[in-house]
């Protein structure tokens, strides 16, 4: 069972960048569907960007066009959340979420297509 740990949050001035990681451990996370969701406080869950495990399909929100990027390295089983030109609205907890290819071909952002979830990183922009 592949299990997910986060990390690289915190503080940051508007216009800065962070980049988060999401550590899968176990078996075959390459083929894992894999996003980032954020939560702010007394908001739902919200999807970032994802990427797929079988293919190249990939999916970024409208306001994570042009500052965040998603990418990964098979060989470290690690996805990557570059987040540049931060924003206040951007602070939120971030977390990663990942489901096997085989139970969806294609990654998306909706939380009801994940099964393995992170405990979340927290990211504040702020001056």
């Known amino acids: 069972q592949v299990q997910l740990v986060e990390s690289g949050g915190g503080l940051v001035q508007p216009g800065g960048s962070l980049r988060l990681s999401c550590k899968g451990s176990g078996v075959g996370f390459r083929f894992y569907n894999v996003a980032w969701f954020r939560q702010g406080p007394g908001e739902e869950r919200e999807g970032v960007v994802c990427?797929?495990?079988?293919?190249?399909?990939?999916e970024t929100a409208h306001f994570a066009e042009g500052r965040f990027t998603i990418s990964r390295d098979h060989a470290e089983n690690m996805v990557y959340l570059q987040m540049d030109s931060l924003k206040p609205e951007d602070t939120a907890r971030y977390f990663c979420a990942a489901i096997h290819y085989t139970q969806r071909l294609y990654c998306s952002r909706s939380t009801r297509d994940y099964d393995r979830w992170g405990q979340g990183t927290q990211v504040t922009v702020s001056s």
């Open positions: 990427v797929s495990g079988k293919n190249d399909y990939a």
